[in-house]
Every structure is written in C-alpha cells, then in structure tokens.
C-alpha cells in the first residue's frame, strides 16, 4: 500500500548549504523511521514557507543518491501564523505499515506543527 509519510524541519537562514544540510537529515531519517528504501517511493512533495528561496530543497533528495524518486517544490501558504524558514515534506512509499504505524518526523523548530504526535511515534532531533 502506498502511504503519505510527513516530515518537516526548519532552518536558521535563508542559505542554500544549509536548505540542502536540514533537508538530507530529515529525509534518511524518514526513511529510516519508516524502513522504506528510493525503490518504494513514489513520489516525494516539498514545500518552503515563503521566507525561503535560496534552493530547490529536492536537490537534497539527488545529493544523497536517490536519481529515480520523482520529486517537486511548491510554495508554502503565506498565513500570518505560519511557521517560519520552514521545509515540509511529503513523501508517498509503498509500505504494509498501517497509518497509525507511520512515523512522522518534525525536527527544529518544526516539533510544533504536529505536537499531537507521540513523541514515540515522532523522532524529533
């Protein structure tokens, strides 16, 4: 079954190295929460709170070999209580967990977002 797993991280600043850095730490450990390997993706859908524009966080998926994993940014929602520097993901995997065994993971700042997530259930480092 293919699964929506969600993840989220935050940076300091707008700067490309660091986009990149947060994003690569965020996704292996998705992955790894998650046991799922580039071969079970499907897809994966990035979006950056409209303070961030120095890079495509994607590129993040190509530095850390994962070529074959269909990937796109888009624009967060610019809403007046929305988190800042913010990177969100979302990545579909062919997993046989069930929703409630998928392991989200909110990292940085981030934790915030989803603070009704089981701190067992949600690595946040």
Avoid at 23 to 28: D, G, P, R, Y
Avoid at 40 to 65: K, V
Wanted: hydrophobic residues 40%; aromatic residues 4%.
């Amino acid at each position: 079954m293919i699964r929506g797993i969600r993840g989220a991280t935050t940076v300091e600043q707008d700067d490309a190295e660091e986009i990149l850095l947060r994003t690569q730490e965020l996704l292996l450990q998705m992955a790894e929460a998650n046991e799922v390997e580039p071969d079970d993706m499907a897809s994966i859908c990035f979006t950056l709170s409209p303070d961030l524009h120095a890079t495509f966080p994607a590129e993040a998926a190509r530095r850390i070999g994962w070529q074959f994993v269909p990937v796109i940014c888009m624009r967060e929602l610019d809403v007046p209580h929305g988190l800042p520097k913010t990177i969100r993901v979302l990545m579909h995997a062919e997993t046989p967990r069930n929703p409630r065994q998928v392991q989200h993971v909110y990292r940085g700042r981030a934790v915030v977002l989803r603070e009704d997530l089981d701190a067992d259930v949600s690595p946040r480092g």
